[in-house]
């Protein structure tokens, strides 16, 4: 039913993000809030975004699927290329992959993931992914990914699935310049959030990449109070959707 409505009326793209489990204690500092705590419920439901996003898929056909966002380094990514080609595919490209890498350790020590070099890891499972996407018979030998020739089928509609990096620490604005499609900052403060976006726009092009070429996603949050001046606000400060 919420898909539907938003699809009537007029939106664009529907997002879902992830926690594979909230542990009871969490030490870690959440990243977007004054002080450091998540605020969710600890039974809250937080759905598998792939799988929400599938369902999403079939009820309302012109709306695009993103992950705002989906911790990469927790996830096999050749398993991770598939199952988003596959959904890619069966929703006609319609896919985003919005990635970040995790700010709750409890989180990666439940599942067994280490938690150290998770960035280094994020990146070369990104690089992993988009070489299965690019065609058939690939082969990758990495630190954290190595496989000998694979074809991995099938493969995104337009070749590959646009991936965006969300975050607003210095890694997370230096991955996105070096490396995305997209950039999801997590602050709505207009003045943060012109700094984050001509920071990446800057280190675009110090890595020889058009700036224009990263598309901005934002979120609308204190803007609502006058939606209309808060669009005005945004598209100024360069954000596309």
């Known amino acids: 039913a919420l898909v539907k409505c938003a699809e009537k009326a007029g939106f664009e793209s529907v997002w879902g993000g992830e926690h594979v489990i909230i542990p009871k204690n969490i030490e870690s500092p959440y990243p977007y809030t004054p002080d450091g705590k998540i605020p969710v419920d600890s039974d809250a439901p937080i759905p598998d975004p792939l799988i929400w996003l599938a369902y999403v898929a079939a009820a309302a056909p012109t709306l695009r699927l993103g992950t705002c966002i989906l911790i990469l380094p927790q996830r096999n990514p050749l398993i991770l290329a598939k199952e988003l080609a596959t959904l890619d595919r069966l929703s006609g490209g319609r896919v985003e992959l919005g990635i970040g890498v995790g700010w709750m350790r409890e989180e990666f020590d439940a599942i067994s993931v280490p938690w150290e070099a998770r960035g ?63 950039y999801f900052p997590g602050s709505t403060d207009p003045k943060k959030l012109g700094e984050l976006i001509q920071d990446v726009r800057n280190k675009a092009e110090a890595n020889g990449r058009n700036p224009d070429d990263i598309e901005i996603s934002a979120i609308f949050g204190e803007q609502m109070a006058d939606p209309k001046a808060g669009i005005e606000q945004m598209a100024e400060l360069g954000v596309g959707r």
């Open 120 to 182: 280094t890891r994020n990146d070369e499972y990104v690089d992993a992914m988009r070489l299965l996407w690019s065609g058939p018979e690939v082969e990758f030998h990495g630190r954290f990914v190595d496989f000998d020739t694979v074809t991995c089928s099938p493969r995104p509609v337009n070749g590959s699935v646009p991936i965006i990096v969300g975050g607003d620490t210095e890694r997370a604005v230096n991955r996105a310049a070096r490396l995305a499609d997209g």
